[in-house]
């Protein structure tokens, strides 16, 4: 299996047509065409459903979609690493954080890193503590910033100094919004949003109690930026 033949791949896919495919590529149809029948029968399965008017994906070509990009995201990544051989430390570093207030002491560390090392960059994406680790897991994210609680066992990791606290993010005409503190018992009969992962409800379900499996929820967010936004 090639790395071109899978550009080829998700270029179709993108597309959803063999000949708007072909002509982004610069390739001639009946070669894509061929291409693409060598993948299938190389895996042994079918990609694509054709039909009158676009293409689109088996159930074997989605999952070859999702492995391809990942696929493909690694060779981008190493040959961007592997570009210059040189002395000056270079490259992209991929940095992982949820959405917490240590992002501030993370951008002042990058910065400082810049300007000790001006030929490194940085992509940065938020997302949850567990999709960090996978795709730490993988290889494609090379630092993760995350909230506890996380199994940290097999990852060279430090602590940060930085506290995040738990808050109650609601509308400024709220009842509540005049409170200056928070109570358990304050939200036992309001509708609710909570934090998707499981292992933040479980410290969500030690501060209710008893009332955490009566609460009202209504549904759950893993970045406070869309929770507030849904508020």
């Not at 149809?29 to 993948?39: D, E, F, H, V």
């Not at 509308?171 to 036992?188: S, W």
């Not at 929820?217 to 893993?222: A, H, K, L, Q, Y």
Request: aromatic share 6%; with cysteine.
């Amino acid at each position: 299996m090639e790395v071109r033949v899978l550009r080829y791949f998700l270029t179709v896919v993108r597309e959803e047509s063999i000949t708007k495919a072909a002509e982004a590529l610069h390739i001639t149809q009946p070669t894509l065409s061929r291409q693409l029948a060598q993948l299938e029968g190389e895996l042994g399965v079918t990609l694509f459903s054709r039909g009158t008017r676009k293409i689109s994906l088996t159930s074997e070509g989605v999952l070859l979609k999702r492995r391809a990009e990942e696929i493909l995201e690694l060779v981008d990544k190493t040959e961007q690493e592997m570009a210059r051989q040189e002395e000056l430390v270079e490259g992209v570093v991929a940095v992982g954080c949820g959405d917490l207030l240590a992002v501030q002491t993370l951008g002042e560390l990058i910065r400082s890193f810049i300007q000790k090392y001006p030929r490194v960059t940085f992509d940065l994406y938020t997302a949850t503590a567990d999709h960090i680790k996978e795709r730490m897991d993988r290889g494609v994210t090379d630092i993760g910033l995350l909230l506890e609680p996380v199994e940290m066992d097999k990852y060279e990791h430090i602590r940060l100094s930085r506290k995040e606290r738990w808050g109650v993010v609601m509308r400024p005409d709220d009842p509540l919004a005049g409170k200056e503190k928070i109570r358990a018992k304050d939200l036992k009969d309001r509708p609710l949003i909570l934090p998707g992962r499981l292992s933040v409800q479980s410290e969500l379900a030690s501060w209710f109690g008893d009332d955490y499996r009566n609460l009202h929820v209504r549904f759950t967010s893993n970045l406070n930026s869309s929770s507030s936004i849904m508020v």
